[in-house]
RNA sequence: GGAGGAGUGUCCGAGUGGUUUAAGGAGGCGGUCUUGAAAACCGUUGUACCGCAAGGUACCGGGGGUUCGAAUCCCUCCUCCUCCGCCA
C-alpha cells in the first residue's frame, strides 16, 4: 500500500511509477474522495467537540440537581447530522481503501523500465550449463525412468499438476528441504520457523495477495482460510500490528512450507513435468529491515539464495526484473534461474524482492528508531531460497547419466547416504 | 461441537452511565541528593487522523448499536482459559 500522503503530495511521483509499470489506476477518483473526507472530518469533528462540551455541563448540572433538558434536546438534533457524516465518512475511507489496495508499488530507481521479461536485465551468470554427449532426457523422464515420480497416480488422487514422489524421490524433497534450511540457519543466520499453511484474509492483504489476486489461491469452504501460494505469508504475517525493537533488525527468518497455488490463466503453459504444479515445497527466506538498511539486505539475500544453487553445483543465472515484469508490491526484484537442458534455457527457481514498506503498512508493521522515538514502517523483504520441486528437477536433469541414472550432488550426499539414484 | 469464565496503556491492575482529560503500582526516560551506585524524592512517559498553527477527534480485543454522554448497557464476531465430547 501506497502512503496516502505520498499519493495526496506527490501525485507526479506516483503516476510515474504507475505508468512505469504499464499499471492504471483511478488516481483521480481517489484524490477527490481523498478531499470530501477531509471536509466532512472538519465538519463533524466540531460537532463533536461542541457535543463533548454540552455533555460535561450536562452532567455538571444534573449533579447539581439542575434542570439540563434544553441542552439535551439540542444535542438530539446534533446527534443525527454526526451519526449522517459519521457514516459518510465511513462509506468513503471504504472506498479509499479499495482503491488503495489495488495499487502496485512503485519500482525503485535502479529498475529497468520495460513492460515484459523480455526487458529484464541479465546480471550475472554463474557456472557453465554442460555439454551431453548424448540426448538429455526431460526431468519427468529421468524421475518416472527411475521410479521416483508418477504422475498417472497422482492424476487419479489428485488431478492434473501433481505429482508423487516415491522412494529416493521423496526422500529426495526432504534432503533439499534440509539441506537448504542448515545452510540458511547454520551459515547465513536465519532463524526457522514453522509457520501455518493455511491463513486468513488479514493476512493475504497484509503481503499483498488479496484483494487483488484471489483467483491464485485456493481458499476453503469452510471456515474462512486460504492455502498459502508461499511462506512469505504467514512468515511475514507474523509481526503484523507490532512495533518492533530497532536492535532486533534486521530479523532474518526462513521457513519450510509447502505452497499451493491455483495456477489460474497458466492453462495449457508447463504441462509436462513438476516445473509449474497446483502444490510445491520451497524454502523461503524473509526480512525485517530498516529502510536505510534493506537495498543492502536485499542483495545479501540473494547472495544467500545463490549459495544454494552453488552448492549444488547448478548452473544459473541472476536477473534483474524490468518494471513491466515485477510483482505487485515489490519494488524491486531479482529472479535466480537455473539451467535446465531439456528446455535448452533458464527457467525461474527464486524471486528475491525487496518491498520497501509496502508490505509493512498494509501489514502494519512498524519499529522504534530510537528510545522515545516515533514508530516508523519497516522494509520487508523475502525471496526463494530456493523453490524445492523446480531444484529436483534441475537435478535430475543436470546431473542425468546416459544410462537413465543420476549422480546426487556432493553436498547433498550426507542427506541421501547414497551416490547416485538408478532404477 | 456443548457449558462456564476472561480480554483495560510497555507490564501488573482499579474501574458497572457524567470532573476518567483511564486511579494506583512496576518498568523506561530526565532531574535532585551522592565520590560513584543503590535507596528516597520530583517530573515525565501510547497510537492514529484532521489542522499552517493554536488546537481538535478517535482508540479500554474487532465491528455495530442505545444514549445529551459508554471502558461501563445491548447485539455480533475474534482470541485466550477451565470442564465435557470428538480427535492425529
Redesign the pocket.
Known sequence: MLD??LV?NDLEKVRAGMSKRGANVPLDDFLKL?EE??KK??E???L?????????????L??QGQD?SL??????E??DR??TL??EI?NIEDKLLEILLVIPNIPHESVPVGKDETENQIIRNWGEPRKFDFAPKTHDEVGVGIGIMDFERAAKISGARFVVMRGFGAKLERALCNFMLDLHTKEHGYTEIFPPFLVNRDSLTGTGQLPKFEEDLFKCVNGDYYLIPTAEVPVTNIHRDE?LDAAQLPIKYAAYTACFRAEAGAAGRDTRGIIRQHQFNKVELVKFTKPEESYQEHEQLVNDAETVLKKLGLPYRVVLLCTGDQGFSAAKCYDLEVWLPSFNTYREISSCSNFEDFQARRANI?Y?PG??????FVHTLNGSGIAVGRTVAAILENYQNEDGSVTVPEALRPYLGVERLYE
Do not use: C, F, H, W
Not at 71 to 76: D, V
Not at 371 to 376: D, F, H, L, T
Open positions: 496516502i500522503k495526496r481523498d473526507r477531509r472530518l472538519n463533524v469533528e466540531q463533536k467537540n461542541r457535543r463533548n462540551t454540552v455533555s460535561k455541563e450536562v452532567g455538571r444534573k449533579a439540563a441542552l439535551i434536546k439540542e444535542m438530539q446534533e446527534g454526526v451519526q459519521d457514516s465511513r512495533i512498524r522504534r528510545v522515545g522515538a516515533k514508530p516508523e
